[in-house]
């Protein structure tokens, strides 16, 4: 995901991170992924996936994910949104779009741009013969090593891979801690098994996927002490 933390706080977030207008949701148990022509990418069956963003118990936005397949092409659209108020006055205010385009199961390009309390980011990647070209406003353009993939979170293989910041472009090598299986709570109130995964360093954030590696949650702290976390709806 991109940084929300750099909004409310400063922790790189970078998100392909979070996301708008609770598209069609889908349900967080029972599902089992779709074999595809699209390279064994985890699409949940209902093509979508949504969260509600939640900070010392109130609702402050949404991440959505639609998933639209077309041959052996992935289309991602992802959408963060959010809004933190002290009664009447906006103190934060974010909204992220992405586009993540997947040809047989191999990142081909990325488009990403982010409204950060007025400061606008983005990020760009494209597959050429040299590789993935990265460019974003974060850094000099580069060519991506072949296994990077976007912070985006749906796909767990990220966590096994250098990651390219989909906030600002930058390339970024968090380290990984797996922990234990726990409950999760869904925005329904119902929990789930999902193991988690702590990322520190270049990231500072903790991640859920249930055993099928579906992503459940996602939890970070921000400046002001404030948790962030997400509930799947």
């Known amino acids: 995901m991109p940084g929300l933390t750099g909004v409310i706080g400063r922790r790189t ?58 041959g052996d092409t992935l289309t991602v659209r992802i959408v963060v949104d959010v809004l933190f108020t002290l009664g009447p006055i906006p103190l934060v205010h974010y909204r992220h779009t992405n586009t993540e385009i997947w040809r047989g199961g191999r990142l081909s390009g990325l488009e990403a741009h982010t409204d950060r309390n007025g400061i606008q980011l983005f990020m760009s990647a494209h597959r050429d013969a040299a590789g993935l070209r990265v460019e974003g406003s974060g850094t000099r353009p580069y060519i991506a090593p072949e296994d990077a993939l976007p912070t985006t979170y749906w796909n767990a293989r990220m966590l096994r891979v250098p990651m390219i910041g989909t906030q600002d472009g930058m390339l970024v090598h968090p380290r990984i801690t797996e922990k234990p299986v726990e409950p999760v709570r869904l925005a329904s109130g119902a929990e789930t098994a999902a193991r988690c995964y702590s990322l520190t360093g270049d990231l500072d954030l903790d991640l859920w996927y249930d055993r099928e590696s579906r992503w459940m949650s996602m939890r970070f702290t921000v400046a002001d002490g404030s948790v962030i976390s997400y509930e799947r709806l």
């Open 13 to 70: 977030l970078l998100v392909g991170t979070l996301a708008a207008g609770v598209a069609s949701a889908h349900r967080a148990m029972g599902e089992r992924s779709i074999p595809s022509g699209v390279g064994g990418l985890p699409i949940p069956p209902s093509r979508a996936l949504a969260f509600r963003l939640m900070r010392n118990d109130a609702a402050i936005g949404t991440h959505t994910l639609d998933f639209d397949v077309s």
